[in-house]
């Protein structure tokens, strides 16, 4: 859940790299190892030119999937059992009556389950789905789900998904979450809860999830943690059309894609566009992510939110116009915190976490007219066995018993340290940072970089209570900016959200941010 800060300290709102050219997306070759191996308005946003496949400063690439979906076989390949459309949960019924490794091809028209809610597709491990031109699996708004079942190494490709109604919090495609799953080519749109879910080792590329009621992806295993995901080429653009955060204020349950509780993703190449709400989140112990040469715009809440989690790698990112909804409306409604388009909440890089790398590095991104910058943001109340910890029951990485984080221990080491998510060892560097009021159209507060903790006052055995945890983050968690270039009126805001400071100060003593980094106040202004 996203944590932000209000007057009295607390508050809970809070094995390939594809050359993808047949759908619009160019991915990126470069990838540190070892990690995971990767193998391109909402309706019809595809192809409006704002979204440029070039552009000064760096701009990426943008995988324009949902225009031009890559076609299916046209014919069945050689051993495939044929799927009529015409015949009413065919689908299903020839998966049960087949065996493991069976491929399955959809004839061009529309494909019905039977009329009842749990009807749906369980796969048998290793088989394949492959749909023809203009096949299209509809759920007709009364099935709630397309694929379940624990099968392994499933294949959905080809084909378009839509019409299913999967509870809130609940998903269409690999509905229970199995392992080594590949969803590619593939369009699922206009489903209640979530297009896809995911387990171990699943791929999602080269796919359209778009229009669907929570999230595109919910990247959730109940049981456990998610290993080795990669999201790579895909257009993730106008889900969350059920606007579950007005339904269940501060549920954090919504947004372009959501992940919990994964230990390793390369989020790559991706087109990821106005979604309402958060275009990327990750919440609550993630760990290990690469997310590089997307495209994140135009999304109403942030582009990226990396919460409660561990070390990232987050570069060669386009990051334009996004969080101008809720940027405004927490403004306008007299909030002061800088709600920010990179929002890092009590995350950051912890070494004895293996990963690729030990710190979360945030460089080479392109940031250009979004409703503020970067926000690293520590929440003191908000620590493990605190009742302010909206993860309810889980803890950090270090510290397996939920129990330890007590009194008397919790006040030294080394508990102390680790019963709590810190924003720590974060290094902010050669990115561009670009804003025009004008653009965005505000008065105040969408022109802020932060670095800042609240008061700590809750709960009253609480050892972090005070300045404690907004001087260590501002001073002493090895949290820096610097050999970035600015362009526009920025301020800077350090230790609380009282504190704002212009770009000399920020640079000075006692904060000694942004070395090496360069402001042209002058445009944008």
């Known amino acids: 859940m996203r944590i932000t800060w209000r007057r009295g300290g607390l508050s809970a709102a809070a094995p390939l790299v594809l050359a993808l050219l047949a759908t619009g997306c160019v991915g990126t070759s470069e990838k540190p190892s070892p990690g995971p191996s990767a193998s391109a ?13 070039s552009s000064p400063s760096g701009a990426r690439p943008v995988a324009r999937v949902c225009a031009k979906p890559a076609a299916g076989p046209a014919k069945a390949p050689a051993g495939a059992v044929t799927v009529d459309p015409a015949v009413v949960g065919d689908l299903a019924a020839k998966t049960r009556d087949s065996p493991a490794h069976t491929t ?23 088989n394949r789905y492959l749909g023809a031109p203009g096949a299209v699996l509809d759920g007709a708004r009364t099935n709630r789900y397309a694929f379940g079942g624990t099968a392994r190494d499933v ?76 999201v790579e080429g895909n257009e993730i653009v106008g889900n969350n059309t059920g606007d579950w955060e007005r339904e269940r ?17 390369d989020i790559r190449g991706n087109w990821v566009h106005d979604n309402r709400g958060t275009g990327l989140w990750a919440d609550t112990n993630n760990n290990d992510f690469l997310i590089e040469g997307n495209v994140v715009e135009s999304n109403d809440g942030a582009a990226l939110i990396y919460e409660t989690s561990y070390n990232a790698i987050v570069r060669k990112n386009t990051i334009r116009r996004n969080n101008w909804v809720e940027g405004r409306a927490n403004t306008d409604g007299g909030d002061d915190f800088p709600f ?58 270090l510290v397996k018993d ?82 970035n270039v600015y362009v526009g009126p920025w301020k800077f805001v350090a230790h609380d959200p009282s504190t704002v400071l212009d770009f000399g100060q920020w640079q000075g003593a006692p904060y000694r941010q942004d070395a090496g980094s360069t402001l042209r106040a002058r445009d944008g202004g």
Not at 249 to 265: E, R, S
Not at 408 to 419: F, G, V
Request: hydrophobic letters at 30%; one cysteine or more; a negative charge.
């Open 41 to 53: 308005s909402p309706s019809d946003s595809s192809s409006d030119s704002s979204a440029d496949s």
């Open 104 to 126: 399955f091809w959809l004839r061009p028209g529309k494909h019905r389950l039977a009329p009842d809610p749990y009807a749906q597709v369980v796969p048998k491990e290793g």
């Open 155 to 230: 294949t959905v490709s080809h084909l378009t998904v839509r019409g299913f109604v999967a509870p809130h919090d609940e998903g269409v495609v690999n509905h229970d979450s199995a392992d080594g799953w590949v969803i590619e080519h593939a369009t699922v749109q206009d489903n209640s809860g979530a297009g896809l879910m995911a387990g171990d080792r699943q791929m999602v590329r080269a796919s359209c999830l778009r229009r669907n009621g929570q999230y595109g992806l919910n990247a959730y295993k109940g049981d456990g943690t998610i290993n080795d995901l990669v």
């Open 249 to 265: 204020p501060g549920c954090g349950c919504t947004g372009g894609v959501k992940f919990w509780a994964v230990q390793g993703a």
């Open 340 to 397: 920010a388009t990179v929002y890092i909440s009590e995350s950051g890089g912890e070494p004895r976490v293996e990963a690729r790398t030990d710190r979360i590095e945030i460089y080479g991104n392109l940031m250009e007219d979004n409703w503020s910058g970067i926000t690293l943001w520590e929440n003191a109340d908000r620590f493990c066995n605190s009742p302010a910890n909206t993860s309810s029951g889980d803890c950090t990485l």
């Open 402 to 483: 939920v129990g330890r984080c007590a009194r008397p221990a919790i006040a030294k080491a080394p508990l102390y340290a680790d019963c709590r998510w810190k924003t720590q060892r974060v290094d902010v560097h050669d990115n561009r940072f670009v804003l025009d009021r004008t653009v965005v159209e505000c008065t105040r507060n969408c022109d802020r970089m932060a670095l800042l903790a609240n008061y700590g006052t809750y709960p009253d055995w609480s050892p972090y209570q005070g300045e404690r945890v907004a001087e260590a983050v501002t001073h002493r968690q090895d949290n820096r900016w610097h050999d």
